[in-house]
């Protein structure tokens, strides 16, 4: 049987909202998968965990290079958050935004991109070096519109275009570049906020819709409701599932009234024509990643013996 650390319960805790002695009952039946956990507790009825749940947050920075109508954002990864703050990694990872905006998305690709006489990757290993800690360029991603602009926004900023959660929003639009970029910019924070799953329902991954449906059926099913009940329970909750994770039906975190769709439509007056969101990217440090646990107080034990 899987260990079940206290960490491992904290962190669902955090995620689900649900009770210590719920987390670890869900973290036993999951094999401490915490994911399957969060699911366990929803089915339950224990959960008040959004149908999000990223993981322990890696250091490092997000970084972002945007340019009218062109935008790349890149996360490289780092052993402490101290790092963070280092003018000699800040300033790689504003070269490797750079890159990307200019040479794609492509990891591999951009590792071989030659700035001056040295590659990315060179001038990775020149900073683990300098710095004396791991680094590694762990994603890339890039969105482009044809007529209009790709608006940024970065939560947590330590400098330009560097921080903790980077979104980029593309508004296809022939309106004024001003106009659209505040606009964008507002609809890039609620991104930030909000985290949806895409700009419509139809664009939501199967995966995720089918995840969802399988959550409610056995929620229902467990309540004792017969078959014909459940099905329009099911419909009932995809219904309210879509409208929670699509960007445009989205209660806009500035004016909660209002869907973003809404406020769209709002600002087309101003910018001077119609506007749509063509696509947008939100990369949060470390989503995915999980980061090993250290017992503090022990490493502090263990280098006083060394001293």
């Known amino acids: 049987m899987a260990e079940i ?12 909202g649900a009770g210590m002695m719920d987390c670890k009952a869900a973290l036993t039946e999951t094999k401490g998968d915490v994911q399957a956990a969060v699911d366990w507790l929803r089915k339950k009825g224990l959960s008040k965990a959004a149908k999000k749940a990223g993981r322990v947050a890696a250091e490092g920075l997000v970084g972002m290079a945007v340019d009218g109508n062109k935008g790349a954002v890149v996360e490289v990864n780092s052993e402490t958050d101290f790092v963070a703050r280092n003018d000699h990694f800040q300033g790689l990872v504003k070269l490797i935004a750079e890159a990307a905006l200019h040479n794609g998305s492509d990891v591999e690709k951009l590792k071989a991109v030659k700035v001056g006489s040295h590659t990315i990757e060179e001038a990775i290993s020149s900073a683990i070096a300098t710095i004396g800690e791991n680094m590694t360029f762990r994603r890339a991603a890039e969105l482009s519109v044809g007529e209009g602009v790709v608006a940024q926004y970065m939560h ?6 560097l921080g903790k959660i980077g979104v980029l929003v593309a508004l296809e639009s022939k309106g004024d570049k001003v106009e ?3 606009i964008g910019r507002m609809v890039a924070m609620h991104v930030a906020a909000a985290n949806p799953l895409a700009v419509e329902s139809k664009g939501i991954d199967a995966a ?3 995840r969802e449906r399988g959550v409610l059926s056995e929620k229902a099913r467990a309540s004792g409701k017969p078959d014909n009940v459940i099905e329009k329970i099911v419909d009932s909750g995809l219904k309210s599932f879509y409208k929670e ?7 806009f975190v500035h004016d909660p009234s209002k869907t973003v769709a809404q406020a769209l439509k709002e600002a087309e007056g101003k910018a001077g024509g ?6 947008f990217l939100r990369f949060a440090l470390g989503e995915g990643i999980e980061k090993q646990e250290q017992d503090f107080a022990a490493e502090v034990a263990a280098a006083g013996g060394k001293a």
């Open 5 to 16: 650390t206290a960490s491992a319960v904290k962190e669902l805790r955090e995620l689900s």
């Open 156 to 161: 947590g900023a330590i400098s330009d275009g």
């Open 208 to 210: 995720a819709v089918e």
């Open 180 to 182: 659209l970029n505040r």
């Open 245 to 251: 994770v699509s960007l445009v039906d989205q209660p």
């Open 274 to 279: 119609p506007i749509a969101i063509k696509g």
